[in-house]
């Protein structure tokens, strides 16, 4: 009889396991939908939030997306959406490349480079920015968002509108859609 009662005991704590294990991998199945999920909500989101204040310098701004090229495709992007801004002398894009994971992001953002003349905003630092001819542009990294701000058709001397303060004003923008949609900030870096 006590034989009987340990193969139970047994059996019983094998069960456990079994369900903790089968508990265990589904939520780890359900992690990367959830972040896709989470992904797909904050492009879709960005495609329909326009900026809350226009930028200095701009005086009308157009939301889009920008289709992606297999090799982004790949490399796990969600989507591009895309804010065209046209202003009184100048004209600028932002564009908020969004991935489902951390390291698709990762990955992808490693291996990106912006042509041009290294240039350093003050009031941005975390910027990665550079100078091209009449075009400025800047890079900053928001969890799993790349945003891109470009200025073009600069015209020689101070500017009163920069690809920094585009770029400060995009992740001000981002930061306030993922707000509206319940998404909270990625942790800081």
Aim: net charge positive; hydrophobic share 40%.
């Amino acid at each position: 009889m006590r034989r009987g009662l340990g193969i139970h005991r047994m059996e019983k704590n094998l069960m456990r396991k079994l369900l903790a294990v089968t508990v265990m991998l589904l939520i780890v199945c359900a992690a990367p939908n959830a972040r896709a999920d989470d992904a797909a909500n904050l492009y879709q989101a960005l495609l329909s939030k326009q900026l809350g204040q226009m930028p200095q310098g701009f005086s009308s701004a157009t939301l889009g997306s920008m289709p992606l090229n297999p090799a982004s495709q790949r490399a796990g992007m969600v989507g591009i959406a895309k804010i065209t801004l046209a202003g009184k002398d100048t004209k600028g894009e932002l564009r908020y490349a969004v991935f489902s994971t951390k390291q698709d992001f990762e990955a992808y953002v490693r291996e990106f480079s912006m042509p041009g003349n290294p240039i350093f905003f003050p009031y941005f630092p975390k910027a990665d920015c550079t100078s091209h001819g009449n075009q400025q542009a800047c890079k900053i990294e928001d969890g799993t968002v790349m945003i891109m701000a470009i200025i073009t058709d600069l015209t020689e001397g101070i500017h009163r509108t920069t690809a920094g303060t585009l770029a400060k004003a995009a992740l001000e923008h981002l930061r306030n859609v993922r707000q509206s949609i319940g998404q909270p900030a990625p942790p800081p870096e």
